[in-house]
């Protein structure tokens, strides 16, 4: 009885334990087959239940991309009165082709919509034709959701046509795009990403396929101005890209009351368009110019050319480079700091008088004005820009004394707002090139270096922002400053989160009577010197011009230069304006274009 009693137990034990075994089994079985359709490897009985029942996989895509991004998210930029530099925000035509093909076709509702978006029946077939995901209307030539005008909104919205209506966007950039170079582009750099972000990307928070600044402001600030999470609306489908069940239609987006920032600028945006109508009226095919407060030498507006459209980036051209911080040949405007070297270090003695035959023959050099200047004086020869004095002037400096009166003068090195060093170092300027004076050892011991030097040729370099950046020191009394161009990043709700303080040093500056003797010599250039042309202005304006020859395809080219403030009586803007030409040209543009803008400062103050 007994033992029977055992083979029952034991027969029952084998029987469960088959169930469970056979249970493992199918479960098994049924996660694999979850595993492969999930990954797509799962075939469909049939062609036509593939094209139905697709793998979840894809299914999830599906109803990803029944998405439009409204806002990226990303911070935008503003002029100091609280304008906006960047962030376009106009309706525009929003078209989801799956929820337009899950309703019946309306002829009549069709044609309203073309006359809406004054299109014809053949584009919105073609444009319709293409479309695979969510799209906006789009402007074929420069590939941007087209603006409606308030009308054409409204009655869009009326026309209640299911799939195509108008929404809220915000583009990136301006038409006219001010400041292009200065504010800079974003663009998709998965390496830079990955180098610059890898942690946020390893736990999930950032896509290798998101814009970041590639350029200008764009660049130096995208670590602030990255968004915590764009605007979308989306349309919910199921796999076979149904409606789902109650509302189809959300939109998601950020409620942070942080984010995105707002980065304010020392622009100011007025000023800023109509120094970009100036160059175009002018035809400026290369240069740029500078505006600085007279004050603390903040960028009050900064122009480059070619125009560079951020909105369609064009590499391939370099318009994208700003030459407002690119160096090069100053000519006579380097005058300026030889000028102050021969003051702080004496070499030209009080009320000493120079002779200027129109050649220094040893030399090869020549005065631009045929047959010399005669005598005249120090402060002559800087009015009249003349080369020989000036040459003789780098004779009699060693290179030291010149590299350190350039220094002063903040043209050596870069010029722009900067903290920190090493890895840590920040600047606010994007490609921001060094100023130089001298290349080597030669101009230690060679006084034809010097010489050449000394009249802003050789190897001088300087920027539009060092030159503007010089004629402020000089009107602070010798205190060097750093330009800076943003002033503080506020949080979304207003808040400050950091401010970028004025930079104006204490040590090593230029000797107060110095720079204001220059600062003198500059009025007596505009009254009856090189820069006459400018007198009747509506300011009474001082400056300094000059030109540099450099080599070109057909020869030789030009830097036309003139740098300089107004009003002289109470200075408030101090310019640097620098023209590229390709060949030599008696007209000197360069002056004309700093008067105009001068005439336009003062317009602005009246």
């Not at 979840?56 to 439009?68: D, K, N, P, W, Y």
């Not at 950032?206 to 670590?223: N, Y």
């Not at 207003?494 to 930079?503: A, D, E, F, I, R």
């Amino acid at each position: 009885m007994e033992r029977k009693a055992k083979r029952a137990l034991t027969d029952n034990m084998r029987r469960l334990f088959a169930l469970q075994l056979l249970f493992l089994v199918c479960m098994l079985a049924l996660v694999g087959r979850l595993l492969l359709i999930q990954s797509g490897w799962a075939s469909a009985p049939n062609p036509a239940a593939g094209a139905k029942n697709r793998s979840l996989t894809a299914a999830a895509v599906g109803q990803r991309e029944q998405s439009l991004v409204l806002d990226p998210g990303r911070g935008h930029f503003y002029d100091r009165k609280g304008r906006p530099l960047t962030g376009d925000a106009y309706e525009t035509a929003a078209v989801f082709p799956a929820a337009m093909a899950n309703q019946p076709a309306d002829p009549m509702r069709i044609g309203r919509l073309l006359q809406i978006l004054g299109t014809s029946a053949e584009e919105w077939n073609e444009f319709y034709r293409r479309l695979e995901r969510p799209s906006f209307w789009i402007d074929g030539r420069s590939g941007a959701p087209i603006r409606l005008e308030p009308a054409q909104a409204d009655a869009l919205r009326a026309l209640a046509l299911p799939g195509v209506f108008p929404v809220p966007y915000v583009k990136r950039y301006y038409p006219d795009a001010p400041a292009g170079q200065l504010i800079g582009y974003v663009g998709q750099h998965p390496e830079r990403l990955e180098k610059l972000y890898a942690d946020e990307i390893a736990a999930g928070l950032l896509s290798r396929s998101e814009t970041i600044g590639a350029s200008g402001l764009e660049l130096t600030f995208d670590a602030f101005l990255r968004g915590s999470s764009p605007m979308t609306l989306s349309y919910l489908t199921d796999a076979v890209q149904r409606p789902l069940s109650g509302t189809p239609w959300r939109l998601t987006g950020a409620r942070n009351p942080f984010y995105p920032v707002r980065v304010v600028t020392t622009l100011d945006l007025s000023i800023q368009r109509n120094l970009e109508r100036i160059l175009d009226a002018h035809g400026v095919a290369q240069g740029a110019v500078v505006v600085l407060d007279a004050n603390n030498a903040d960028v009050v507006a900064m122009a480059s050319r070619p125009a560079f459209d951020p909105g369609r980036v064009d590499l391939a051209g370099g318009a994208w480079a700003n030459r407002a911080l690119k160096t090069a040949a100053p000519g006579s405007v380097f005058k300026t700091a030889i000028a102050a070297a021969a003051l702080e270090y004496g070499a030209a003695r009080p009320g000493e008088t120079f002779f200027c035959s129109g050649e220094l023959g040893r030399y090869g050099l020549s005065c631009w004005k045929a047959g010399g200047h005669g005598r005249l004086a120090l402060a002559d020869a800087y009015a009249e820009s003349c080369n020989v004095v000036f040459a003789t002037l780098g004779e009699r400096l060693t290179a030291a004394q010149i590299e350190a009166a350039a220094m002063k003068l903040g043209l050596v090195g870069k010029a722009g707002w900067r903290s920190g060093t090493g890895d840590a170092a920040f600047s606010q300027f994007d490609h921001e090139e060094e100023g130089r004076v001298f290349i080597g050892k030669a101009a230690e011991s060679d006084a034809g270096v010097r010489a050449q030097s000394a009249i802003g040729q050789r190897d001088v370099r300087l920027s539009p922002l060092a030159a503007a950046n010089m004629v402020v020191t000089l009107l602070n009394g010798g205190r060097l400053s750093e330009p800076r161009v943003v002033r503080e990043i506020r949080y979304r709700d207003g808040l400050l989160m950091t401010s970028y303080p004025v930079h104006m040093s204490d040590g090593n500056t230029l000797d107060a009577r110095t720079a204001s003797a220059l600062a003198r010599w500059m009025v007596d250039t505009v009254e009856r010197g090189t820069g006459a042309s400018l007198a009747g202005r509506r300011w009474k304006l001082a400056g300094k011009s000059g030109t540099a020859l450099i080599p070109a395809a057909a020869g030789w080219g030009e830097n036309e230069w003139f740098v300089g403030y107004g009003p002289v009586r109470r200075p408030k803007y101090a310019v640097a304006v620098l023209v590229q030409k390709d060949r030599e040209d008696a007209a000197h543009t360069a002056t004309r274009l700093f008067g105009d803008i001068m005439d336009m400062l003062a317009r602005e103050h009246e």
